[in-house]
């Protein structure tokens, strides 16, 4: 509404009442009242507070307090104080909107610092692009290609099995997947080509397991995989890939067991 705070001072005036504080109550630091609402407010008349903005003395975290205080003083049930204790921990310690108030400080050190925004601008699309360049790395190291900017992809023909053994990683801002599998053909309801698509699953599970590579995989959506974390595993995954795809070139169709 235009113009709140200030039609609410004004009409106390009108009506010959003293104005100590006006009260503005705000969910988090994000939403503050405008200029045009607080029109010509003395400063030292408005008072914010806030529902909750990670911090220590916000509306919703000092409820909580004077509630435990209470159940202590009137002697409440032990699980009533632990539990208020646990809720207050989690309130000070991880509240979800202590982002909001990091992010409002982020934005005033932006309009504080103009000359960092170009920098920081720069950062944003560097980090935007990380996942492409970390495919390109894949293909680049390991003679692969970049599908779709998705992810790495490297196919391995198989004669005695007719089709392709192949590897694909895909990955997100903060993990890698490793996928082993046949790119067979479409089974449809063909109870052949699926009984020959669940062979392929075995052997590539013994294959891996022979080659002692079958730790922390897991088979999903018709692949083998693993999980790396980036950048903690990026490493780990590379060591991991190289190491596949040198017995893969060596010996590709010792995966097949017909």
């Given at each position: 509404?235009?113009?709140?705070?200030s039609r609410?001072?004004?009409y106390?005036f009108?009506n010959?009442l003293?104005?100590?504080?006006?009260?503005?109550?705000?969910?988090?630091?994000?939403k503050?009242?405008?200029s045009?609402?607080i029109?010509?407010?003395?400063?030292?008349?408005?008072?914010?507070?806030?529902g909750y903005?990670g911090?220590?003395?916000?509306?919703?975290?000092?409820?909580i307090e004077?509630?435990?205080?209470d159940f202590i003083?009137?002697n409440?049930?032990k699980?009533?104080?632990l539990?208020a204790?646990?809720y207050?921990?989690i309130?000070?310690?991880t509240g979800?909107?202590?982002?909001?108030k990091?992010?409002?400080?982020?934005?005033?050190?932006?309009?504080?610092?103009?000359?960092e925004y170009?920098k920081i601008?720069?950062?944003?699309?560097m980090y935007?692009?990380l996942?492409?360049?970390?495919?390109n790395?894949?293909?680049?190291?390991?003679?692969?290609?970049n599908w779709k900017n998705?992810c790495f992809y490297r196919?391995?023909?198989?004669?005695?099995r007719g089709l392709?053994?192949a590897?694909?990683?895909?990955?997100?801002?903060?993990?890698y997947?490793?996928?082993?599998f046949?790119?067979?053909e479409?089974?449809?309801?063909d109870?052949?080509?699926i009984?020959?698509?669940?062979q392929?699953?075995?052997?590539i599970?013994?294959?891996?397991?022979?080659?002692?590579l079958f730790?922390?995989?897991f088979y999903?959506?018709?692949?083998w995989?693993?999980?790396?974390?980036?950048?903690?595993?990026?490493?780990?995954?590379?060591?991991?890939t190289e190491k596949?795809?040198q017995?893969l070139?060596?010996?590709v169709?010792?995966?097949?067991?017909?």
């Open positions: 509404m235009k113009e709140q705070l609410y001072y004004h106390c009108e010959n003293q104005v100590d504080k006006i009260i503005y109550l705000s969910p988090n630091t994000l503050q009242p405008t045009q609402s029109g010509n407010i003395p400063k030292d008349k408005i008072e914010i507070i806030y903005d911090e220590n003395e916000d509306f919703y975290t000092k409820v004077n509630s435990l205080n003083k009137n409440e049930a699980e009533w104080i539990l204790e646990h207050l921990k309130l000070r310690e979800v909107t202590k982002m909001d990091l992010t409002q400080d982020f934005y005033n050190e932006i309009i504080d610092n103009t000359d170009e601008k720069l950062i944003a699309d935007n692009n996942i492409v360049t970390r495919i790395n894949l293909v680049s190291r390991f003679k692969g290609d998705e196919d391995f023909e198989s004669k005695k392709n053994y590897i694909d990683i895909y990955l997100d801002n903060d993990y997947w490793f996928n082993l046949s790119r067979g479409d089974t449809g309801d109870p052949k080509l009984k020959k698509w669940e392929d699953n075995k052997d599970e013994a294959w891996l397991k022979k080659h002692n730790d922390d995989t999903f959506d018709g692949r995989s693993k999980e790396f974390k980036f950048p903690q595993q990026e490493k780990e995954l590379y060591d991991f596949v795809i017995l070139e060596k010996d169709e010792s995966i097949c067991s017909k």
